[in-house]
Each structure stands twice: as structure tokens, then as C-alpha cells.
């Protein structure tokens, strides 16, 4: 805590009661509650039968008895387990709040423990009924299971775990209203997914896909999670934040094992190396780095910086990354360096793609690493051949951008979706085979699995 803390927190507790602004719940005591305790105390992960997602579940406490006792701050469990009195320490492992934060917390009991919401639980909570869809959400993310059978697609809250036809199998309900990322691990068990709400927090997500259970809500920071890679033996999920951080978590204990901050902007897409020991990241500073997995240590930037980038993708066989984003233009590079690292040097370029319609979103490449596909803000997903760089097919049929792309595991299709909230199903010339809406609309003219 530094001076200008200090002598804050000091006046501040030095002033009489009634001449501080009384403590908000929804303003002070929720938003600290999501970024540090709702991802273990939610409906998916109650821990200790405690829910924090809304006032009357913290006042209601969990296994230990009420959560707190209106006007008597030091006879309130949360203010003991917070300060350490009664241990573990929350949050439990992580780092102890500031004293500020944990005087909000006793200032707020001691004021009354107001509820200031409106009833209405926080922005993070889970809506305790199924979200009822009357137009298709924009289909931020999706991906194929490794056998091919189970399409997980991004919702409202909520991943839907869909059949290759668009029927729904299941829903897996969350506490962020958007997720950016999904990935299934290579056995298919696990879905690990990340995502959050603008200004308020990150998450991750790993789930139990044949008991459709969540393992882990990790909440993070204070802005939203981006591009999700797990590494290739599945022990760790790398993603980008709006914080500018890259983080890495270990999918088993849920835990956070290394936060790095090599970007200069928004971190947006991540993957790792054929091995698993490096990782490639890529942002809005235009830097395609490339960074030492096991020790977080910067090792140098991939590409020639030319405009931001959005979008990654890695070669199956080979330690080879496409990379685009606002510049249109796909550019395929190798991991490696081949020679000695020079200013303004290109050298680990490999293939220059055309340049696209719009900024790109989203890229793929075949299991085979024969083709790539281009997503963009506007205009048709393109394949093209990895090889020769040639045009192969155009799939049309999008309204807006493309935001996520995959090939299925066999590479006969591609699947392709975003800002209509559809999921289009391609073959390899570029014919439309099925397209479908995952969440279950609220309408008589909904259809689904629709054959073209």
C-alpha cells in the first residue's frame, strides 16, 4: 500500500460515519465479490454451500451459518474469514484483499448491510431459469470434438453442446455473458472455455463434458478473457486479456500458474507449439510473440509488425502460425528463425495470402494442413490451398462477421459462425451443407438442422 493509499484510508476512517457516503452493495461490495469470490460461490461451484452471486444469498450464508450479521461487522463470518480470523484466509488462495476493500466490507455490515440492487442479482449470476432466446445470439465461439460428434457452441450465459445436425443435447450454464474461446481437450472429457464481461472481470471455465459438470469458474481480473489454447497434452489453458496480460492455468486444480505482461495492448489469441513448450500470442500492438511456456520468459517477436491482430491459428504437423487481424491480409510464419534476428526483419515468413474484404476475425487450418480458412468483419470465409496460397472455394451466405472458424476432425468440413448467430456448415468447395441456431428459439418459424 503506498503513501497516497495510506493517507487516504486514513482520513477516510477518520471521519465520523454519518459524515462518509454510506457504502453501496451494488457499487462497492458486488463488483469485489465477482472479481474475487463468485467463482468459487455460484450455483456451478457452490464451495461450503455459500452462494455470493446476489444479497440475499450472502446474507444467507452457507455451511458456516449467515454471511454476515446487519450492523455487526466483527460477529460477521465474511468479515472473519476476510481478515484471517477464522481460517483459510479469503480469498482462499489467492492473495488477501486490501485493507481498503476489506473496511468497504465493514463499513457496509456496519451501516446495515443495504441492499441497494433493486432486487436484482449481480451482473455475474447465472440466471436461475434457462435464457429464453427470441433471436439468435451472435456465435462468438464453437468448436468440434475430437471425434466429431459433439459441437459446443457459445450462448448467452451458457454453452450449448449440440449434434453435427444442430440437435441440442445439453446446456451448460455460466456466469459470463460472453464466452470468446472454447477448446476440447484431446480426449474429448474436458471443454475448457474463456470469456467474462466488458469492465468487470474475466473467466475461465473448465468443464466435465459426459457429466456436464463445471470443474472450475475462474474469475479473473477486471476485463474480459480472450483466446483460449489448451496445451497439447491438456494440463494448461493459455489466454489473452483486455488487461494486456497473457495468463496460463492449470486445467486440473483450476489454479492460475503464471501471468505474463509482454504486450502493450489488448492480448487477443493464443496457441501453443507442436510440444507444448512455447506459446504464440497475438494482440492489438501488432506482435505476434513468441514466449517460453514453462518459464513465461519472452523469447522474441514471430512476425514484422504491420497492424493490429486479431486471429491465430497453428499448423497440425509443423510449428507454423497464421496470424491476421485490421491489415486483411493472412500471413503465414514459422516459429523458428532462420537466421540471426535483424531490424525490420522478415524473415520468418513464409506465404502472404490476398488481402481480404474486411478486417480479419477468424482463421483455421485443415487437420491435414493442406488448406486455410479466412473469417473477416464482411465478405465470404475463404479457403485457400496452404500450400501454393491459390483461392480454392467462397462460402457465402454470412450476414456480418465471422467470428469463429474450424475444420471438423476429418477435414470435410468447415464450420463457420458469427454476427447472425448461425453455425454454417461448408464442404470442401464451398457449398453450404447445413446451418443451424444452437440456442433453442422462442419462436413458431424456428428451424433447425436444416439441410441446404
Known sequence: MNFFRISAFFASAALPLAAQTPVSYSKDIAPILRRQCVGCHQPQSSQ???LLTSHAAFLKGGNKGPGFVPGKPDDSIAVQYLTGKIAPRMP??????????IELFR????????DDSQGQTTSAAPALKPVVYHAPPLLTAFSYSPDGRTIAVAGYREIFLTAPDGKLIARLPGISPRIHSISFSADGKTIAAVGGEP???GEVQIW????RKQLHSIVVGNDTLFGGSLSPDGKFLACGSADKSIRVFDVETGKEARKMDHHEDWVLATVYGIDGKRIVTVG????AKLIDASTGRFIENVNLLRDSLTAIARHPKKDWVLIGGAERIPYLYRMDRPRAMRIADDSTLLRKFEKQDGAILSLA???DGAKIAVGAEAGDVRIYNAETGDLVARCGGHEGGTFALQFSPDGALLG?????GKLRLYDATGKQVREFVAAPLHTASASRGTAQ
Open 208 to 211: 466435465d463434458v459426459a457429466a
Open 48 to 50: 461450503a454451500g455459500l
Open 284 to 287: 492489438r500492438d501488432r506482435a
Open 107 to 114: 463499513r457496509w455490515i456496519a451501516e446495515g448491510a443495504k
Open 365 to 367: 487450418i485443415s487437420p
Open 416 to 420: 463457420a459462425g458469427g454476427y447472425d
Open 199 to 201: 469492465a468487470r472481470f
Open 92 to 101: 482462499f488462495g489467492g492473495k488477501p484483499l486490501p485493507d481498503e476493500q
